[in-house]
């Protein structure tokens, strides 16, 4: 079964710019989360979706959003980017059934460089 | 506020010895724990989990004990090998329809020496 895939892998935009980065969970798997890992803040929560709806949302700005299709592919989108948005973004899927396990497996993750 | 504490930055352990990672959390809404390893530039890598319901589970070499009354966590592997190198996270999360937002330590590097 394929893992996550998330593209592109790398990314070099300049401020003010805006960026769309995409996630395709393991087949089957329902609900997709996105993740910011910068070396200062660690890991942190950006949001989640579940049937294309945002079920989950971090303590980040406006300026990130995201959705989920229908085939449970989602996107993330950051605009009016700024250098502390440089980071690797992470998308996680799982497949979040009912007293089963919950587990996230994580993709290769998006490197966006803000210059 | 960091909910989810991982208080040792880095742990050396010999080749075939035990390496013991530990985690704290403070939010009492959390009830699903996980580890994760990550090599640089990689996402990260599910190892184990535990349910709130539970003490203890176990996979291969890696075990994960849950102490709910203090909010400790641990993983236990035995015997460590030097490709267990890398950094390693604790993760939790809450209930209800909040499974799907971890939130996580700041990361512990093992160091297995051959």
């Known amino acids: 079964k394929a893992g996550v895939t998330q593209t592109p892998r790398y990314l070099i935009k300049t401020r003010g710019q805006q960026v769309t980065l995409s996630c395709s969970p393991i087949s089957g798997h329902r609900s997709v989360s996105w993740y910011q890992q910068t070396p200062g803040q660690g890991l942190q929560f950006l949001f989640e979706y579940f049937s294309e709806t945002q079920r989950n949302k971090g303590n980040f700005p406006g300026r990130f959003s995201g959705r989920q299709f229908s085939n449970s592919r989602s996107e993330m989108n950051v605009s009016t980017l700024e250098l502390g948005d440089s980071a690797l973004y992470l998308c996680?899927?799982?497949?979040?059934?009912?007293?089963?396990?919950?587990?996230?497996?994580f993709g290769p993750g998006t490197r966006l460089t803000v210059t | 506020d960091q909910q989810v504490k991982q208080n040792s930055p880095s742990l050396s352990v010999q080749e075939g010895r035990i390496s013991i990672l530990n985690c704290d959390y403070t939010?009492?809404?959390?009830?699903?724990f996980l580890w994760y390893k990550k090599y640089p530039a990689e996402g990260p890598t599910f190892l184990i989990s535990?349910?709130?319901?539970?003490d203890k589970n176990e996979d291969g070499r890696f075990t994960v004990f849950l102490n709910k009354s203090a909010k400790h966590l641990s993983l236990h592997i035995v015997p460590s090998q030097p490709g267990d190198s890398a950094v390693y996270f604790c993760?939790?999360?809450?209930?209800?329809?909040?499974?799907?937002?971890?939130?996580f330590g700041q990361g512990t590097i093992l160091t297995v020496h051959p």
């Open positions: 993760a939790a999360s809450a209930g209800g329809t909040s499974y799907g937002k971890l939130t």
């Open positions: 535990i349910s709130s319901i539970k």
């Open positions: 939010n009492s809404m959390f009830d699903y």
């Open positions: 996680a899927s799982s497949l979040d059934l009912r007293r089963l396990a919950y587990e996230q497996y």
